[in-house]
Every structure is written in C-alpha cells, then in structure tokens.
C-alpha cells in the first residue's frame, strides 16, 4: 500500500520557518523524483519545489527561490522542505508528490496534505 504521509505544517508568523516532512512507503522511494506542490484557496495547485531521485538538480518556482529548500534522506524514504521567511502568500494545503516516468509514462502518488498558515 502506497503512503506519502506529511506532518509539519501549522500556524507561523511572518518572517517564520517551518519544516515540512513527507514519509513514503509502499514504493521504491529512491526511483522517484519527489516534490512539493502547494494550493491555495480558490487558486490552482503549483509546483513548489522539486528534487531528483539522487537528490541533485533541485528546482523551486520563483517565488519561493533563496526562502525555501527540498532535500531527501533515500534512507529514510523521507523529503523535507525547510521554508524561512515565511510570508502570507505562502499560505496554502502543501502537498507531497512522488513521480516517476517509465517507458514515457508517469507514475503518481500524493499526499493528504498538510496546512501552512502564515499570519500575524
């Protein structure tokens, strides 16, 4: 049984850090490249931040780039994202994505989600 499981978010001031983590099982973690997607209310799901399966070639939307950080521990099946100065728009249900491609077709799995609040 696939689970991508995220914990770490809640309520933060402005200026505030926040360390997002996501544990995968049921999948060969190591062969995924693995993500952070974020949504918020009434707006559309965007990709946040991503990392290779080997842990390089990390890419970050422009909003979030010199704030945020992805990273993974392949032994611990577990990808991280380290977000400083925090700011209201970073609100949003941030979700963890595993995605690999094989013979050109994409292979998806998600989390529940777990809430970011920034706000004084």
């Known amino acids: 049984q696939v689970q991508l499981v995220e914990s770490g978010g809640g309520l933060v001031q402005p200026g505030g850090s926040l360390r997002l983590s996501c544990v995968a099982s049921g999948f060969t973690f190591s062969t995924y490249v693995m993500s952070w997607y974020r949504q918020a209310p009434g707006k559309e799901r965007e990709l946040v931040a991503s990392l290779s399966s080997t842990g390089g070639s990390p890419n970050y939307v422009d909003s979030v780039k010199g704030r945020f950080t992805i990273s993974r521990d392949n032994a611990k099946n577990t990808v991280y994202l380290q977000m400083n100065s925090l700011k209201p728009e970073d609100t949003a249900l941030y979700y963890c994505?595993?995605?690999?491609?094989?013979?050109?077709?994409?292979?998806?799995?998600w989390g529940q989600g777990t809430q970011v609040t920034v706000s004084s």
């Open positions: 994505n595993g995605r690999r491609l094989l013979w050109g077709l994409p292979t998806d799995y």
